[in-house]
């Protein structure tokens, strides 16, 4: 093995210009994605993983800019400084992404086969050797009689089916990274699951590396290897998923992990919830991004945290991050 | 019998295919709600699970009147609502307001929250009212700030917005009120909060709720009684805790042994259902489940199960799980 990571981000910081002032969306943001794993990534709402997702396929909004950091694609080129047509050129070839809602990812007028050709463009491959390579991806994501489907439209296809043909066509490449932004959301549980269980077998079969989005850390839990946590456009905890779920330091990660319903196997009459809002990212006070919500916050936390290393992996951006252990 | 909603043989039809097929014989209209019977009582909250495509919102939509009825009856507080014109039907809809799924697009982005929560009492004609009392009352009433009146809806965050949904929901002091995915897209902390403030409001309003959502958790936290749907049909319903202590048909087991957790260490033990979901354009002969069904046996691809009871479960199933053997059998 050995060899870059496929993913390494470092210090990256992304601003917006709003008509009410900058709006720092990323905040040095460091993570890695290793060759051949999957690391997840939860946060809620607001909290910058589609910022952070757009940065590493250079489709930031026009009024977005990275204002630093560096964004490494397996150990070669920094993303953030190529231009838009070296980033044409990566996207659905190097890294490919998978969204939350299948039948946006669909043309609904043009057939499976043709869209599946289609993004063969760049290959020099004849039609029928196209054909025969879509057939062999449909078949790798389980789509029965895939033959036949070829000629189909999207709409012939159920949810979870189409999501698994968005899968197909996303992995055609042999993409370095795959990119799945909240890909089960729209499924039932036993759809979720199948789908959880192929992009594991997918992933070793095809040895890339996962960047996996979700807010339901059950599934994060059970697909991912490594897992990052991001908190109003900083990543306050990063680790393997057992370090995280097992052994939670940040406070804002204790707190995710205490309002999971799926925690709870009876009912209660109150669901643990987080108290306050999200702060203003446009006057981003200096000092922890977590202390006015946080239990434990003291005089330390209106400085800026470090990242405080507490185990090979597992990092977690705290002044308290040693002692919570005790 | 006091069910305030009462629903029995509902069936809605969608058109399909153009002439060509019709010449041909094929389908011309597919069932998505397709024979579903149940009530919900005063103070009951009733919840509807199932895949995307199951029905769930088709059927909700079609208590409402939003959706043709194609034949059954729909009973609210003893009256006939399936056959009721538009003006009948604005008076049912004030009793019972339907929330929309998407928090944010269910609001229009060009009112601020003042014109959003005083647009149900304009609507039905109560503008006469201090309409700036009740949006103050409303925002309280759901733990908003008062200065919210005058914000739009895209500066609000996913889980505010939802809070002005459910104040829109309970402008009118309706009698049910029927939620919509509630809590799609929040996180499981903004999540906690419209949950408890559901819950609290209901407490406090007498309401009754009707809530779909395929988020099993959110189920067991919030409702009485929940449905699972299978292809527009209830394949089990009854209590919910009944339910999720012992499932009895494999469709709701493979449902709650599926549920991924939040522990890397946990060992599943699951039953694993084939991913290829039939069509409602093709439902399978026999037992619509028996496709996918591990459980299945020869007379399931044959004979559609009847309805039948277990304990306060009512399901269709020719071969339910977990049933105690029954009383009376000597070995």
């Not at chain 1, 990275?66 to 990566?90: C, F, N, S, Y």
């Not at chain 2, 902390?189 to 099993?216: F, P």
């Not at chain 2, 999720?244 to 709701?252: A, K, M, R």
Request: a neutral charge.
């Amino acid at each position: 093995m050995g060899g870059a990571p496929t993913l390494q981000i470092d210090g990256l910081s992304v601003s917006f210009a709003t008509e009410a002032g900058t709006l720092q969306a990323l905040k040095d943001v460091s993570f890695t994605v290793p060759q051949g794993r999957i690391t997840g990534i939860v946060g809620e709402s607001g909290c910058g993983k589609s910022t952070l997702i757009n940065s590493i396929l250079g489709l930031l909004a026009d009024n977005g800019s990275v204002t630093g950091g560096v964004i490494r694609l397996e150990g070669k080129e920094d993303l953030t400084r190529l231009g838009a047509r070296e980033m044409r050129a990566l996207r659905g070839e190097r890294i490919s992404t998978v969204f939350q809602d299948p039948m946006g990812a669909l043309n609904p007028v043009l057939s499976v086969g043709r869209q599946m050709r289609d993004i063969q463009y760049r290959s020099n491959l004849s039609r029928r050797e196209k054909d025969a390579r879509s057939v062999a991806m449909l078949r790798q994501v389980r789509i029965p009689d895939p033959e036949k489907r070829l000629t189909q439209y999207p709409h012939e296809f159920s949810g979870g089916m189409k999501q698994r043909v968005a899968i197909a066509m996303a992995l055609m490449m042999r993409p370095a990274l795959l990119i799945a932004d909240e890909p089960t959301t729209a499924l039932d549980a036993t759809l979720e699951v199948a789908t959880i269980e192929l992009m594991k077998d997918l992933q070793r079969e095809i040895g890339c590396a996962v960047l996996f989005i979700s807010h339901h850390l059950g599934v994060i839990a059970e697909l991912c290897d490594e897992m990052i946590v991001m908190y109003a456009g900083e990543v306050v905890e990063r680790g393997s998923v057992r370090q995280i779920f097992k052994g939670a330091r940040h406070p804002y990660t204790q707190a995710l992990l205490e309002c999971d319903p799926a925690r709870l196997h009876e009912r209660v009459k109150h669901l643990p919830t987080i108290p306050g809002t999200l702060p203003d990212l446009k006057n981003r006070s200096a000092g922890c991004i977590f202390r006015d919500r946080c239990a434990k916050a003291g005089p330390e936390c209106t400085t800026t945290p470090p990242d405080v290393e507490l185990a090979p992996g597992h990092v977690a951006r705290c002044w308290f991050a040693k002692e919570a252990a005790e | 019998m006091s069910a305030l909603l009462s629903v029995s043989d509902l069936r809605v039809e969608f058109p399909v295919g153009g002439l060509m097929a019709r010449l041909r014989g094929a389908a011309t209209r597919i069932e998505g709600v397709a024979g579903v019977s149940f009530d919900i009582g005063r103070g009951e909250t009733f919840a509807l699970v199932g895949e995307s495509g199951s029905g769930k919102t088709t059927l909700a939509r079609a208590l409402n009147g939003l959706q043709r009825v194609a034949s059954g009856s729909i009973r609210f507080d003893g009256q006939e609502i399936s056959t009721l014109g538009r003006a009948a039907l604005k008076d049912v809809r004030r009793r019972m307001p339907m929330m929309f799924q998407d928090p944010v697009g269910s609001l229009s982005p060009r009112l601020d929250i003042r014109a959003l929560l005083a647009e149900p009492f304009r609507i039905h004609g109560m503008s006469n009212r201090d309409l700036d009392a009740e949006v103050r009352r409303l925002l309280a009433l759901v733990g908003l700030p008062a200065d919210f009146a005058s914000r739009y809806p895209h500066q609000l965050s996913g889980g505010q917005a939802r809070r002005v949904g459910v104040a829109r929901a309970i402008a009118l002091d309706p009698e049910l009120v029927i939620a919509d995915e509630p809590t799609a897209g929040l996180d499981v902390s903004v999540q906690g909060e419209v949950l408890n403030l559901m819950n609290d409001l209901r407490d406090r309003l007498g309401l009754s709720m009707l809530i779909i959502t395929h988020n099993l958790h959110v189920v067991r936290q919030i409702a009485d009684r929940t449905a699972v749907m299978y292809l527009g049909r209830f394949v089990e319903h009854g209590q919910t805790e009944a339910i999720f202590t012992l499932p009895h048909h494999p469709y709701t087991a493979a449902l709650l042994s599926a549920n991924p957790e939040p522990d890397p260490d946990r060992v599943h033990d699951r039953i694993k259902l084939p991913p290829e979901v039939p069509s409602v354009l093709a439902r399978p002969k026999g037992c619509e489940f028996h496709t996918r069904c591990p459980f299945a046996q020869a007379d399931c691809a044959v004979l559609a199960p009847d309805a039948r009871q277990i304990g306060s479960d009512v399901l269709t199933c020719h071969h339910p799980l977990n049933v105690p053997a029954p009383a009376g059998m000597e070995t």
